[in-house]
């Protein structure tokens, strides 16, 4: 970032999370604290208090998540942050979220699991809850953090998606990114895109809540601002009402699914480094990708025409970026902090390029080491 118009801070993972969300909008955090996300709740404890906003600590989770549904229905950008554990108690309200169509912000700073695992250690064990924890069939939007810039630029972009596209978003991060501190520099305000969600344009008793347009994202009006505005978890009419009519609960779970579809342009987010020329890449997401840079540049000084694909969206799955990776390329790596999950995901594209893969699930990180002697064996 250009420190021209903006402001050199040093900063953790965490504190970015909380500087790109109220840059964004947010006002409202509802969460329980947990290793290694409790940073995030500390300081969204200190500074929205200052700005008129409202900090809650819950009794839990599963509270938490409740929370930010009913505080971005009352119209106001709702943040909560945990860790594997708290996710898998979110997993209820957020397909609540989902089927309401409620934006709000869900930051998962991973750790080694199953179960309480290793507290203190990194891990990119949650991606698959992420795109399937919560039951029912439809599309959610899933980013990665690897830096502290992308902490706070990463956060600022899932809210801009969340309240664009009227869905809960989810950043993984992990213990590595999150407590990582750097010197970075944050935008001017004045240059931060902030979006907001679409209000009715039509008086009360015109409006119909799940009104179906040319995005597929219906206008949302604030609970209290004299609009009625029917909310379930059930599958819903446009007026909001529970129905069991197969064509409208078929135009209901499509239209959820095409809304997403049509911003695949803007949702599916990822960064490419020397890949102009490359003959092996690497694709990765995370802490993982820093590794994966170093281990590149390393390679590039050998002679070695390496790249790097990182991943910031991981779903809606950036298919074709990957399968241009794979086209070109006759070796890519795969590192993960995991048995394999984003793995299967590039093995679907079907190319006839090879890929390998690289795991640790350990609780140490994957080094630049570790990648780079891969590369040099590819």
Known sequence: MSEKNGQRRLLQGNEAIVEGALAAGCRFFAGYPITPASEIAEMMSLRLPALNGTFIQMEDEIAGMGAIIGASLAGVKSLTATSGPGFSLMQENLGFACAAEVPCVVVNVMRVGPSTGLSTSPAQGDVMQARWGTHGDHPVIVLAVSTVVDCFATTVQAFNLAEKYRVPVIVLSDEIVAHTRETVVLPDPADIMVIDRIHPGVPPEWYIPY?????????????????????????????????????????????????????????????????????????????????????????????????????????????????????????????????????REVKRVNLATEIVRHNRVDGQFITPAEIYDHLLSM
């Open 211 to 343: 009104e179906d347009n040319s995005r597929g994202v219906p206008a949302m009006a604030a609970m209290g601002s004299g609009y009625r505005h029917h909310v379930t978890g059930l599958i819903h009419d446009v007026r909001g009402f529970p129905t069991e009519r197969p064509e409208e609960v078929d135009a209901f779970i499509r239209r959820l699914f095409r809304k997403i579809t049509n911003g695949f342009a803007e949702i599916q987010i990822t960064r490419s480094v020397m890949m102009e020329d490359a003959e092996i890449a690497v694709i990765a997401y995370g802490a993982v990708s820093r590794s994966a840079l170093r281990a590149v540049r390393l390679a590039r000084s050998r002679g070695i025409r390496a790249g790097l694909l990182q991943l910031i969206t991981l779903f809606p799955f950036p298919r074709k970026a990957v399968e241009g990776v794979l086209r070109q390329c006759r070796r890519v790596l795969v590192p993960e902090m995991n048995m394999g999950q984003m793995i």
